[in-house]
């Protein structure tokens, strides 16, 4: 798949790419707001450079709907148009995620050799001092095996969250299970046809910076790198 895909995520929140749920409230809530990031790097792909990254979301009790979108500066930049519908219950989360990207087929292209569309499962618990995530590509616009066959691509994280000189920071390390071309692109091929890849050995931080009483900027940076394609990164962003 052309892949300056997507989410990632780029942002340091703990994961864009862990699904937006909130549990147990007893009214519609709801919310909006605007990254705006140095390089858009999401699970240790490089997939453009400063980004617009809106977002809006709806929860009631555990259910939540989400979209999220990337705009890039450079005119070249993938344009990006994501929807995930979630639950979470204590620690545990479950979502689908509809991602697209406009560089290809238009939007409401779904047929099975004519779509820019991915469809993707997740699973997650959150221990508190570890959450584990495992995502699949279960439709759409997948990546291959080497053999040529839909590689149901697939990916799993571990983030583990601590507080360290009055910042919130996050570790993560996630890896590629089996041999798929969806991830890890080298020089237009992609190194991931193989096998099991570490793909993304990350470090984040956020601080709230508050403005007015009543509002507040979240400034964020993460340093990542991907032992598989060599590369390393460094994001910074702010959250409006």
Excluded at 87 to 115: E, I, K, L, R
Aim: glycine share 14%; proline share 2%; aromatic share 16%.
């Amino acid at each position: 798949m052309n892949r300056k895909l997507r989410r990632g995520v780029v942002l340091f929140i703990g994961a864009l790419s862990f699904p937006v749920a909130l549990m147990g409230q007893e009214k519609v809530e709801s919310d909006i707001s605007v990254d705006l990031v140095s390089g858009y790097i999401w699970r240790g792909q490089d997939l453009g450079n400063v980004s617009l990254q809106p977002s809006v979301s709806l929860s009631y009790k555990g259910f939540s709907l989400s979209g999220w979108g990337s705009v890039g500066f450079d005119k070249d930049d993938t344009k990006e148009f994501d929807l995930t519908l979630g639950y979470a219950t204590g620690g545990f989360s479950v979502s689908v995620t509809d991602y697209w990207f406009n560089q290809g087929p238009g939007y409401f292209h779904y047929g099975a050799t004519d779509t820019n569309h991915v469809f993707e499962a997740q699973v997650g618990y959150d221990f508190g001092v570890v959450a584990v995530n495992w995502y699949t590509n279960f439709a759409g616009n997948d990546g291959l095996t080497s053999s040529g066959k839909r590689a149901y691509s697939s990916y799993f994280s571990a983030a583990v969250p601590f507080r360290l000189g009055g910042l919130e920071w996050e570790a993560v390390v996630g890896a590629v299970p089996w041999g798929t071309d969806f991830y890890n692109a080298v020089d237009g091929g992609r190194s991931g046809a193989g096998g099991f890849e570490v793909s993304e050995v990350a470090l984040g931080a956020s601080k709230s910076l508050r403005v007015t009483d009543g509002y507040s900027l979240s400034l964020f940076g993460r340093m990542t790198w991907n032992p598989a394609t060599e590369g390393a990164y460094f994001v910074c962003g702010v959250t409006f």
